[in-house]
C-alpha cells in the first residue's frame, strides 16, 4: 500500500500517527505483503484422498435416538492391518474429506472437508471402517468434551 493509503486506514481507524510512523508503517506492510505475494505463489499440497467413500447420511431420530450421530458413513480402510474388522466413530472435529462436518457449530453447517485428516488416513491404512463421526459440542470448547 503506499503511505497515503496508511494515512487514510490510519485516520479511519481513530490512529494519529506521526509522518515518521507513517513511513514505518508503510514500509514494514509492504514488507509482509511481499512475504504473502511469495506464499500465494507456491502450489496448494492438498494430500490425495486414497480409500473411496460417500458422503454419508444423517440419521433418523428412530436411528439416532440419542443424538450421538452427526452423520453416519461406511469407508473401508486397507484389507488387512491391526485394526482390520474394528468399527471406528470419528468426533466431528475432525476432517474426513467428502463428508460433512459441522463441529458442532451453526456458521459451519454445509461445510465438507477436501482432504482427510493425517488421523483418518492413518486409521483407514491400518484397515479400520469409519462408520461415522459423533456430534460434538460448539467448536468442541467444553474442556471436557461432553
Known amino acids: 500500500p503506499s503511505e497515503e493509503n496508511v494515512k487514510e486506514i490510519s485516520k479511519k481507524f481513530g490512529f494519529d500517527f506521526t509522518p515518521e510512523e507513517h513511513k514505518s508503517l508503510t ?48 469407508i473401508k480402510g486397507a484389507p488387512e492391518g491391526k485394526l482390520a474388522g474394528r468399527k471406528v466413530v470419528l468426533k466431528d472435529n475432525v476432517s474426513l474429506a467428502g463428508v460433512p462436518m459441522m463441529n458442532g457449530c451453526q456458521y459451519l453447517e454445509g461445510y465438507t472437508p477436501e482432504i482427510d485428516a493425517t488421523l483418518v488416513t492413518r486409521l483407514l491404512d491400518a484397515g479400520a471402517t469409519i462408520v461415522g463421526k459423533a456430534h460434538c459440542e460448539n467448536l468442541c470448547l467444553s474442556g471436557g468434551s461432553h
Open 27 to 74: 514500509k514494514h506492510i509492504g514488507l509482509n505483503m511481499q512475504a504473502y505475494d511469495a506464499l500465494n505463489q507456491l502450489p496448494d499440497y492438498l494430500p490425495e484422498v486414497k480409500y473411496p467413500r460417500k458422503p454419508g447420511y444423517f440419521p433418523s431420530s428412530d436411528e439416532n435416538k440419542l443424538n450421538a450421530w452427526y452423520v453416519k458413513t461406511d
